[in-house]
């Protein structure tokens, strides 16, 4: 199947920057759409970005004109630059992809483990 690995988190000031990368591993023969979550202290997990195959890429109000997503599909990995960070930015970011593998060819989704990014005032 398909095994995510994620890297970048840390502990930054307000105003600063982190970036986010998560890279896919295993028996991969596509992926499809490629997205950022975030859990932070309240109950529900939240969509943060969004970016499709082709490139395309939607947000969450909340980080529009602070973050940016890329793909590098030679690396089968997601990044999120992040920017102009905010102590309400805190929270464990989870990376997820829709993929098919040669050993699992139906269309799944998968999770990365999770990076903390804290963000002190």
């Known amino acids: 199947q398909v095994h995510l690995v994620e890297s970048g988190g840390g502990l930054v000031q307000a105003g600063g920057s982190l970036r986010l990368s998560c890279a896919a591993s295993?028996?991969?023969?596509?992926?499809?759409?490629m997205r950022w979550y975030r859990q932070g202290p309240g109950p529900q997990r939240e969509l943060v970005a969004a970016?499709?195959?082709?490139?395309?890429?939607n947000y969450a109000d909340s980080v529009k004109g602070r973050f940016t997503a890329s793909r590098d599909d030679a690396k089968n990995t997601v990044y999120l630059e992040m920017n102009s960070l905010k102590p309400e930015d805190t929270a464990v970011y989870s990376c997820?992809?829709?993929?098919?593998?040669?050993?699992?060819?139906?269309?799944?989704?998968?999770w990365g483990q999770g990076t903390q990014v804290t963000v002190s005032s």
């Open positions: 997820n992809i829709d993929a098919r593998a040669s050993d699992y060819p139906p269309l799944k989704s998968y």
């Open positions: 295993g028996s991969i023969l596509s992926i499809n759409t």
């Open positions: 970016i499709t195959a082709a490139g395309s890429t």
